[in-house]
């Protein structure tokens, strides 16, 4: 399976908080760039004296003719100065106008020169002046919660992140990063439970939760062999967002962890036949092994047909030409006695008939009769109850009775849930 989520090598981008300080005038503007709803403080005297000579010292050097075209350590050379006279303002900070603009020169400077460590404190600084607009603070929450991933610092990426959200942050990546702290940090359930929260936060929210949340915890648990995450992230993932990808992946991991007979084996693969997921010849090979050409020889042509359609198989195959011919050679005498054990059924015959005769049938379309005589086996002793009613519900949706199909999937229990809960993603999005 491939990996479906890769972690981003940034979240978010420096470049994209567009933080430069206008450097006009001869004079610092002491106004704030926040909202001008906020109750501002005033810079303290003592620290406005010191960051007038910061901003003097870094319009200077960025005056100088060689700063546009030096490269980081040729600016930290050329920025002495402004660094210098940036720590003394620093001893200065006083309140939290102060820290809005000591933290935006720190940035500024940081950026320029390549001090990530002086860059990450200006961001801090900021931040944590209270001054900034809301969306601006989310942002530069991100971003430090990415710094701090780098960093390997996982506690306080994880603040950090959760604090982006707090303020409001509509980057989809974050909540799924909350997570990617605990599964950087080796803590496996941690970050399950993380994105099991977010999840659920935002359907109690009302909102579809973000596809990444889903894709992740399936990445994680299908590396991990973590059977039952994996098939809840990929079921619910298929359900929310339904399309080839999202139902092939579902597919793939039932058929890898859902540890099935040959009956479950070939109800997962009706749906990839149903979803045209289907990605290679071995899939046609297993859905038609489970199938049987002598057992239900209308739907083995049907799959094969289907490979010839979708380009999976050639004609000139052997071994497909083969059990089409042998299938096809039984459609007619098969065809021809379903009428005639739907008459057993009904007269008293066994569910092994029932299921059998409705086997038949919705193999060869006709999903009402198949419907029926999947009802009757529900009905008579000795009966496989997941069996019976998963097959009553592929009828069900060959019928568009999408409600009743989930109703019944939902009653699924045991090893052919995962089976079920995928049928149930389907119906849901059928109609």
Do not use: C
């Not at 931040?127 to 929450?141: F, R």
């Not at 054990?341 to 086997?359: K, S």
């Amino acid at each position: 399976m491939t990996r479906l989520f890769k972690r981003r090598s940034r979240m978010v981008s420096h470049g994209a908080l567009g933080l430069a300080l206008a450097m006009g005038g001869a004079g610092l503007a002491v106004s704030a760039p926040a909202s001008a709803a906020m109750v501002q403080e005033q810079m303290s005297n003592d620290f406005q004296k010191e960051i007038v000579a910061v901003q003097e010292a870094y319009k200077a050097a960025q005056e100088n003719p060689g700063y546009a075209n030096a490269d980081e350590a040729g600016k930290a050379q050329i920025l002495r100065t402004a660094t210098s006279a940036l720590q003394t303002a620093k001893g200065k900070v006083k309140n939290a106008q102060d820290r809005l603009y000591y933290g935006q020169f720190a940035y500024n400077i940081g950026k320029d020169s390549g001090n990530a460590a002086l860059e990450n404190e200006g961001l801090t600084s900021m931040l944590e002046s209270g001054q900034l607009e809301q969306s601006t603070a989310a942002e530069i929450a991100g971003v430090l919660g990415q710094n701090a991933m780098d960093a390997k610092d996982y506690g306080n990426a994880r603040k950090y992140f959760q604090q982006s959200i707090d303020l409001g942050s509509t980057e989809e990546s974050i909540p799924v990063m909350i997570a990617e702290t605990y599964f950087s940090a080796g803590d496996s359930a941690g970050g399950f439970s993380a994105l099991d929260a977010q999840i659920a936060a935002a359907r109690a929210a009302g909102t579809l939760p973000a596809d990444l949340l889903y894709k992740r915890g399936m990445t994680v648990a299908y590396e991990e062999e973590n059977a039952a995450k994996a098939l809840a992230y990929s079921s619910a993932l298929a359900r929310d967002y339904p399309n080839d990808t999202n139902y092939g992946d579902a597919i793939v991991i039932v058929r890898e962890f859902a540890d099935l007979d040959t009956d479950g084996m070939l109800d997962i693969l009706r749906l990839m036949y149903r979803t045209n997921t289907y990605k290679q010849s071995f899939d046609l090979a297993e859905h038609i092994e489970a199938a049987n050409p002598m057992r239900r020889p209308g739907e083995v042509v049907a799959i094969i047909d289907r490979g010839y359609e979708k380009g999976i198989i050639e004609r000139s195959d052997q071994a497909f030409a083969t059990w089409r011919s042998e299938a096809a050679a039984r459609v007619d005498e098969d065809r021809g006695t379903l009428a005639e054990a739907a008459a057993d059924v009904r007269a008293g015959g066994n569910a092994a008939l029932a299921i059998g005769t409705g086997d038949g049938y919705l193999g060869y379309g006709m999903a009402a009769e198949a419907e029926e005589m999947y009802r009757a086996a529900l009905t008579k002793p000795g009966v496989n109850t997941e069996v019976a009613m998963i097959r009553l519900g592929i009828a069900l949706v060959d019928q568009g009775k999408y409600a009743e199909a989930s109703e019944v999937f939902a009653k699924v229990e045991g090893a052919r849930k995962a089976v079920a809960d995928v049928w149930a993603a389907y119906a849901a999005n059928a109609s």
